[in-house]
């Protein structure tokens, strides 16, 4: 197949200029001031900064606490993952199914999605309220049982459960479309063969969707890294003692609450390269397993 | 946009020319009080417009106390900052080694605005000025804390006199109980509440050097001091059952379950008087005391909390008049009285205080026993241990310390391990703190 191209470079050059001032701006730039900071102690105001070497990562990296921040983030972003992408999938099936309704639903699953995360947590909020929650019925069993404010397993689950409804809806897309993709001779086929829609799902839609499953691991392990900040600022607030103190939260809390500046910029240098290691893991070993066509 | 270029364009005709303008002189004000009480703020600024026609106060609301310095601060660095800031006390550390601010002291005499700086309540000046007495920042919102209890409930327990010592509240936890009250005290962890007025109250240090205030290189103490077997009281006492915590994670916050009847004291600011007054269901009837102290203990002052004004560097002269115009406006004796009547803060001036007194403004309600802030916050002169605190990075001390705290609450560690590991982890905090403003020193 015989490619287009540009005679002239300029062109390309200017043609490629906005989207890349953009990315400089709003990336390359920050990053390189965060990367900055990161080897320096910076007064809040201004007014200069002394370089300090690896100092503000040592000090992260010799906090427990930091270290329990790591494991809890990891947990949360396999969890809503895994529970996200089970929920979204076994929706798009249904609905590729034409069950009855499936139209309503197909816009109305997509819905959260546009919620804004604070929103979800402040909605959580009434969902997990031990006193008066849905989940307060639990406590009619014993009481007690259920307090997010006292047990971290509890909050732990409470911010899975609603990062992980949060993420459904954009999977859930993805899902249905790929299945939508799928050509029907195959699943006709396959029908007359006498395949169950069980038999068809695991045995013909699922190999067919790898590709799709692997683009969302990927993408929704970043994004719950990466964007759980504000269903925990209005849910947990980090705690019950630092117990869903993710890392993205707790940079915030160190840096913007805390005016430290320097210690919060070390700490999404090593978020940044965990998020990349993460995914270079990913490419390497997952992709593997992943049938393109 | 225009408003803007034509605001830049009147200050520099007048810069160059010195010409009287009929334009007024615009400044901007960035306050963090949200809600009734950011609705007051905002009527301030209206009055003051009002009240002449040189200036103008431009009063934006940024969401809380600590957004506004937040936004202040990136602001500043793009150098788009307002002339004037509300900032919190635990917020300030930064900005008074920053050094970018314009001492209010200082401003009043360049503009020409007489002040009697001598006027103010000293355990309010001590927290806002230097260690040479002068004030860097403008007092306005100022509360101290004070225990809330149900009339009713204590009556019922056979109580005559509130208690002030921890002993007293003791037997009266223990008469509530006898008499049916399920819940005594609704506590939520503060530690502006617990470790520091607490401090205070016994003259017992939260930190070296004064409580930070002779030097950078501080070091925590209050994992030595009486806070140690406080703390370990409450802890008894939510063990025991006369205490329940009660905040808003746990679903109910203390002031809500006081005002619902559930519980019989909780511990705030005097600035929830006005609140509860607002929100108290017809029939509560309820009372104020100041915070206990140990026995052993001789009862020290407490000292403010609240916020103060803030003047910002790098603006134009004009913007510092119409500042100064504004906060000598809201240092008279009205201005005062409109703020305490609206909110339950407390006066700031002693002149204030006196004519409200004389007045008898303290005996009609809604306002009846609210000066025993006033109380609390002049019961004796300050010493060097109860001037106030003088901590970087007390955000995040405040943060330790809660954390800690509660997961001793929880049970998951024993409290004076719990305050031991908050102390050396905001000794780390203080130590970074130290380090990046090396070579400079309060002033």
Known sequence: MRRAHFKTSWIVAALLAPQLLVIFVFFYWPSAQALYWAFTLEQPWGGGNTWVGFENFRNVLSDPYYWSSVRVSVIFALATTAL??????????????????????????????????????????????????????????????WDPSRYPAQAVLAIIIAGAWKQVAYSFVFFLAALQSIPRSLTEAAAMDGARPLRRMLDLQLPLLTPTIFFLIVINITDSFTDSFGIVDTLTGGGPFRATDLMVYKIYSDGFRGFDYSGAAAQSIILMLLVIALTFVQFRYVERRVHYS | ????????????????????????????????????????????????????????????????????????????????????????????????????????????????????????????????????????????????PVYYFNKAHFEKAGITEAPVTWEGMEEAFKALKASGQECSLAYAPSSWIDLEQFSM??????????????????????????????????????????????????????????????????????????????????????DVQIIPTYEAVERHNTVVGGASLWVLSGKTEGEYQAAAAYLAFLATKDEQQFLLENTGYIPVTKSTYDALLAEGFYAKEPFINRDIAMKSLTWTEPSNLTKGLRLGGMIQIRAEWTAEVEAALAGQKPMKEALDTAAARGNEILARFAKTYEGKSFP
Request: hydrophobic content about 45%; charged content about 15%.
């Open chain 2, 201 to 286: 109250a016994h003259n017992i240090p939260v930190a070296s050097n004064d409580n930070g205030y002779t030097g950078l290189d501080t070091e925590l103490l209050f994992n030595t001091t009486l806070h140690v077997q406080h703390m370990e009281n409450i802890q008894r006492w939510i063990t025991e059952g006369y205490a329940a915590i009660r905040t808003q994670a746990a679903g109910k916050t203390s002031r809500d379950s006081f005002v619902e009847g559930e519980c019989s004291i909780f511990f705030s600011s005097i600035a929830d008087h006005n609140t509860i007054h607002k929100i108290a269901p017809e029939g509560l009837s309820w």
């Open chain 1, 84 to 145: 996200a992408m089970g929920m979204a999938l076994t929706l798009a099936l249904f609905v590729d199914r034409q069950l009855a309704g499936y139209r309503a639903f197909r816009v109305a699953l997509i819905w959260p999605y546009a919620v804004a995360a604070p929103a979800v947590g402040l909605a959580f909020q009434f969902v997990f309220n031990p006193g008066a929650g849905i989940f307060s019925y639990i406590n009619t069993i014993s009481p007690g049982l």
């Open chain 2, 1 to 144: 946009m225009i408003q803007k270029l034509s605001t830049a364009a009147v200050l520099a005709l007048a810069a160059t020319s010195g010409s009287a303008s009929a334009e007024k002189i615009k400044f901007e004000y960035w306050y963090g009080l949200t809600g009734d009480l950011g609705a007051v703020v905002a009527e301030t600024c209206n009055r003051f417009n009002a009240a002449q026609d040189q200036y103008e106060a431009v009063c934006v609301g940024q969401d809380g106390y600590e957004k506004a310095v937040q936004n202040a601060i990136a602001a500043f660095r793009a150098q788009k900052h307002p002339t004037l800031l509300q900032s919190f006390d635990a917020g300030t550390a930064d900005l008074m080694l920053s050094g970018e601010f314009y001492p209010v002291h200082k401003l009043m005499q360049d503009t020409g605005v007489t002040v009697d700086w001598a006027d103010y309540f000293p355990g309010i000046a001590n927290y806002y000025s230097a260690s040479t007495g002068e004030f860097f920042s403008m007092p306005w919102n100022s509360s101290t």
